[in-house]
């Protein structure tokens, strides 16, 4: 089956209109209607249904800038005192303050059980399908790899969640209770490893399609193996060498990973497919959510088009003390963050005159300057608020960071060394000498800074709270406004509240504890 390029290929969501038969002759079905009983026959059929099964990880992106970026110690949010309305769902969530209502979270949910459905329903009509048994092995694997990511992202921010596996037929079989931590990850494992053993393609030739691919399906399940309650060191040890000899390299320059003429480059391992169109919703629009609010989007993104209206602007703003974090020299600094100068006037609009690199910028006076994420800026845009930026998912940069805190984990530091210095001579630092777990999570921290790993990365390593904590102490040292009772990072705030509408409507989900 001829795999077309995802980010080329239109998709399913919406398109099935559903229709039953009946044997009266009065009850005609237009013979060029698709239904439930003519769709799920051929190769084409489930091409596209597989394309339609890719589109939560665009929602997984943008809802993670909130979610699992602002949710950490690398970012905050710029306050406008003047619109506290629509925002306040979103600070709740950076400031733990968040509960069952909280927006983004919803979205987040919806999609992916949305795609995780459509999955359910490929896999359970493919042996009546027409394909042939290599076709069905080649959608049976992608399948699978991607119930199992979905699932991933599932457990990792509400734990213990229901397992929807095959499709919905009837009202009883929307209904399911929570599976426990435990069964999600086995059920996880059991997907990523079915999806091995058939086979993924091993990816050769770049760009690549933006399809699941065998390195994706083993770095997914090495993170399963180092996440889950009773971890598998060896396992996932395994699962990233096996990366380190495929076809994947570092680029030479950290900043062109994020071009997107290098969409799908051999760093890439799996990212979001966006497509830069006026028609389509497969666009991104993280790019303006991260600039500041600004009254001249024009000079900005070389396109009019204010982000003030509703909740975009002045979001996942780099704090401080993550731009001094970095070391003197590295070159991901003025790759990942840049600085707006301009004016702000009474109401707090701020006209953008400058864009500067952080690392040599010094305060002007009577400019008011606003850090923002630069990694994922490349104007100027066609399209008012629709970016065509990919979005990283997997890189082999995080490969190699992730098995040298694979071989830290198992005191074995000396044979880290050199994974973390391949990363440190890109970014133009010195090779170090030893090695501590605390390094490694310093280098994942600065080469993975804003791709939505921070957050799930402090919970992995046990430093969450602890991180988390201090962050809240210093956040309110320079923000009075940030109440006492904010920041109070708990065990039970690693993990989201279930959306209120899913608690409504299934009556044998439990909220999590705390919530």
């Given amino acids: 089956m001829k795999k077309n390029n995802i980010i080329h290929l239109v998709c399913l969501s919406g398109l099935l209109v559903l229709t039953s038969c009946s044997n009266s002759f009065l009850d005609l079905t237009d013979e060029t209607t698709i239904t ?17 099964s890719y589109t939560a990880t665009r929602n997984i992106a943008l809802d993670g800038i909130f979610m699992d970026e602002m949710r950490s110690d690398n970012t905050f949010y710029t306050r406008y005192s003047g619109d506290r309305g629509p925002y306040n769902s979103t600070e709740k969530i950076a ?12 979205d987040r949910y919806n999609n992916v059980y949305a795609c995780i459905a459509r999955l359910n329903t490929i896999l359970g009509r493919l042996d009546a399908s027409e394909l042939t048994e290599e076709e069905k092995q080649t959608v049976r694997a992608e399948s699978l790899f991607l119930r199992a990511y979905y699932y991933f992202d599932l457990v990792t921010h509400w734990g213990g969640v229901p397992l929807m596996l095959e499709e919905v037929l009837t009202e009883t079989d929307a209904f399911k209770a929570k599976s426990t931590v435990e069964e999600v990850y086995s059920q996880i494992l059991a997907d ?30 090495a993170y399963v193996y180092m996440s889950q309650p009773n971890r598998d060191y060896r396992a996932a040890e395994q699962d990233l060498l096996d990366i380190t000899k495929m076809n994947y390299a570092l680029l030479d320059d950290y900043a062109s990973v994020f071009d997107p003429a290098n969409k799908n480059s051999k760093e890439s391992i799996f990212e979001v497919q966006y497509i830069e169109d006026g028609s ?32 975009s602007g002045g979001w996942c703003v780099p ?55 630069r990694k994922y800026y490349h104007p100027p845009y066609q399209y008012s608020l629709r970016a065509h930026d990919n979005f990283p998912i997997y890189r082999y940069a995080g490969a190699l960071l992730l098995l040298a805190e694979n071989l830290v984990e198992q005191n074995r530091n000396a044979e880290a060394l050199p994974y973390v210095n391949q990363v440190r001579a890109r970014a133009g630092l010195p090779a170090l000498t030893q090695l501590t777990a605390e390094d490694v999570a310093n280098e994942m921290r600065h080469e993975l800074a804003f791709e939505n790993h921070r957050w799930t990365d402090l919970i992995r ?3 969450a709270i602890e991180t ?6 210093t956040m309110k040292s320079l923000y009075p406004w940030i109440l006492p009772a904010e920041f109070d990072v708990k065990k039970e705030r690693l993990v989201y509240a279930f959306p209120l509408r899913e608690i409504q409507v299934n009556y044998l989900l439990e909220q999590n504890p705390g919530y």
């Fill in 36 to 52: 439930s009983e003519t769709f799920y026959k051929t190769s084409t059929h489930f091409e596209q249904a597989i394309v339609a």
């Fill in 319 to 373: 704090t401080e003390e993550m731009i001094n974090s970095y070391e003197e020299g590295d070159k991901r600094l003025d790759a990942s963050i840049a600085v707006a100068e301009g004016i702000t006037d009474a109401s707090e609009q701020f006209t953008c005159e400058a864009v500067k690199t952080v690392s040599d910028y010094q305060p002007v006076t009577g400019k008011s300057y606003y850090y923002f994420i």
């Fill in 95 to 106: 400031l733990f303050f968040d509960d069952e209502t909280v927006s983004w979270a919803p």
């Fill in 461 to 463: 390593t046990g430093k």
């Fill in 468 to 473: 988390m904590t201090e962050f809240g102490k």
């Fill in 192 to 221: 990523v490893s079915e999806a091995i053993s058939i086979g993924l393609p091993v990816a050769s030739t770049f760009p690549q399609s933006g399809r699941a691919t065998m390195g994706a399906a083993k770095m997914l399940r």
């Fill in 280 to 311: 389509t919703d497969q666009y991104n629009t993280i790019p303006w959510r991260v600039i500041p609010k600004c009254s001249n989007n024009d000079f900005l993104m070389g396109i009019a088009g204010s982000n003030y209206a509703g909740t």
